[in-house]
């Protein structure tokens, strides 16, 4: 089963994902989390960002490419015979980019192998928070309010499309958990 929690940066999300591997394992299940930038190819895209040396298009590639190398990983650890929780997915993908002027449905073209979600997750929170949750000590881009505020329509787009479920992410973690918890309950996937 895959789970992905996605959402504009300092939503909570991989505090998030730690606590819902805490509640999978409890029953048993065997979880694995997968984070974005973790491989080579992660790497790279972290030192070129830090440089500003990146146009939407590349990142619509390298970030592709970070996301199926991490796939082909899960899948030779036989990952996927659990639950694999994602801490960004192909959503994070399309919206980012479409806040940087590229078309959703290209990107989503260029991500065509990746395996889709069984549930995705959108942590809403305001861009204003957003900023003041971000610190020096995570990598994290410096986006504008604006911009920000681009990301997090996109993304509502998509819960009205029913892509994905939204989730007040204004409320303390652990009550989020347990909303999400309840839904994968309700829905049969816990």
Known sequence: MIIALEGIDNAGKTTLTELLTKEFS????????????????GKLIKNTIKNGALTPVSKAFLFAADRQIRIEQLERKNCFDGVVIFDRYLHSAIVYREAEGLDGDWVKEVNKNIPNSDIAFYIDITP????????????????????LNKVRNAYLKYVEQGELV???GMKP???ICREIIYILEKRGCL
Not at 26 to 41: A, M, Y
């Open 26 to 41: 409890k029953s048993g299940k065997q979880v694995t989390i997968s984070k974005e930038l973790t491989t080579d190819v």
């Open 128 to 147: 204003e928070e957003s900023i003041e949750r971000n610190t020096d000590s995570k990598f994290n881009i410096h986006y504008s309010k604006e911009h």
């Open 166 to 168: 939204k989730i007040d």
């Open 173 to 175: 973690l652990e009550d």
